[in-house]
């Protein structure tokens, strides 16, 4: 391996606290480059800005945009080497169209008349209830937002969600939680403000790569921040701490908790901010009183003292910014666990204020615009679906009738719409941009939903990826820099990504196949015009703009123009703000008002939902809700027979199931096979040696793949779940040498966010025959 395959972080450029982190611009490319477009890289929520090198027609490399405010010129090696996928010679080019049971090439008109064909079938057998979508994180606001109204507007189903539900679900509802509304409180600057880090889950190093350089360079600069980092995993981030809790897997919420208990017998908390700007400190008090630090160190088998240290250094913090992702939302009480960090910061007063907040991280590159659209859960503009005025308001920007749009109750998750395309109840499900067969938990039963006969399976992609290759319709998309459009980092930070080449082929945008899709269903609204009013990205993204005009996404002060040229810039924008907003409630008013909120939230216990009168009985009117729950033994855990616990993940050369990254010759390179990760004590146990085949196995499934000695807690595995069989011989793959995380994995999700549970299952491993 070399250069930045081998060294992912590149060298490092220190700045003091307070001070500004040096631009370093970041360039890969293959040959000279005729013009530069400016984009934004999608292969991470970081949503680091960069320009699109073009010759001939193709693009062949990036420089990262050192006037950017998100990552000043830097790229991680998937920002550096991602690009080539779109040159990669199997991209799909034409329609394909299951008949005699292949895949055969059609014309577009075919194509989409089989589709619209099915579709009239199924609203006439059996309602809008018998369609589905199921999205990605990784389409633009554009594509997103017509989605959003040609199936909630148009077809009228509630059944549309992202595989955003099975990375960042928790990351919006422990927002809609705490603060009444998603949206992240802090930006990556206070990262040069903080004088202490709390990490929760989070491996920064390896899934949002500049992140880490921008948090790195201010722990190699004076002054530098202390760090907590909770993870079973020796991570990057953990090796820098002064504390790390090498907690057991599903026991994030005691540890929290016990910091929480801390924090308040030690008087460590602002009690001023408690009683002024939130509610619910009694209950949280009362909760967390049993988490001693001896009782946290039994469940989460990490010693008191460092409970103790912990709190201590969170205690003693002036600047707190915590940083949570997969390792709490994919985890067991996902939604409480997230919101007892969010708890941390507000017991400490910290929020609203250079160097202090929370950034629940998203993981995909566009997830943010996915929650935003309504593309997964919610109402488009973070409006809620109790909300008679929301919906109302929704109606009057679409002119249909409110009775149109689903809002009977919470729009479909994920887990669901598969359960019902399992039991038949949604016999249409188009995928966009997503792979299902590789990406859901338990494997086995996703393969025999997708590939049943009753079900039509349209799939939308640039690649025959292993869910494509289940389908009735396959539809060719143009990908990032084929395209024009806006997209939204993490901390809001809004791009435009213009198109830099043509897509290949016949490959058409995910917004022109809505758009066709809409015009061939002669979807309409309640004047009898045609339901969708724009044709071009600029005129949706106008729509998207008004659409979210007063909300706290407001995105009514930006423009294509506005956008071109300099660096993103931070919803909300708009008349208040013409520049943006680098953090959200610097006035220490929080979207809790009944008529503003996103959700009323929920139990966050048992996942009870929560109604108005619930909700206006709490009574927080602009207050942030502490949210208080006991920790409970997961679902499945470590056991006689399965001794482990399984913690899938992800590698810093890969992105999602590696439809993209596993064809860039470079990341390919640097990780082009699964493996699992034993604990060196572990593996000693069990005579297994570094790169040895070792069989994972769960009551659910097995996977065969090499073992790696490396920095789990004892009693853990980790496998990354990247990796699925398109790119495999036909004696590989499920039946041959299985390898996939998923196949391991349990039908399971938290009970308030729905997102699925990936980090708890009890395996077994042995080495391999
Ligand atoms: S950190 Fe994320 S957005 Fe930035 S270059 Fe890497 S993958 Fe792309």
Redesign the pocket.
Known sequence: MAGRIADPWGARTPYPRGGEWPVRIDEHTEGPVERWVQS?????????A?DIGVRDGKIVGVR?RGVDR??HG???????Y?WQANNADDRLTRPLVRRDGELREASWDEAMDVVVERSRESLAAKGSGALGFYTTGQLFIEDYYTLALVARGGIGTNHLDGNTRLCTATAGQSLKETFGCDGQPAGVHDIEYCDTLLHVGINTAET????WMHELDRLRGPDPPRSVVIDPRRTQSAQESQVHLAIKPGTNLAALNGIAQQLIEKGWIDRQFVDLHTIGFDALEKTVASYTPERVAEICGVPADDVRRAAEIIGEAEHLLTFVLQGVYQSHQATASACAANNVNLLRGMIGRPGCGILQMNGQ?TAQNTRETGCNGDLPAFRNWQNQAHVAELAGLWNVEPAQIPHWGPPTHAMEIFRYAELGSIDFLWVIGTNPAVSMPELHRIRSILSRDELFLVVSDAFLSETARLADVVLPVALWGEKTGTFT?TDRTVHLSEQAVEPPGEARTDMEIFLDYARRLDLRDKDGQPLVKWSTPEECFEAWKECTRGRPCDYTGLSYDKLRGGSGIQWPCNEEAPDGTERLYQDLTFPTFPEICEDFGHDVQSGTTFTEADFKAMNPQGRAILKAAEWTEPHEWAKEDYPFTLATGRTVYH?HTRTKTGRAPELQAAAPDAWAELNAADAERLGIGEGDSVRVESPRGAIEVPARLSGPREGVVFVPFHYGYWDVGDDAGPDGRPRAANELTMTIWDPVSKQPIFKTSAVRVEKAG
């Open positions: 934004a890289c999608v292969l991470c929520s970081h949503g680091c960069l990262g998100v990552n830097r790229l991680g090696p998937k920002g550096l991602g949002q790569t500049v992140l590159p980092n992105f």
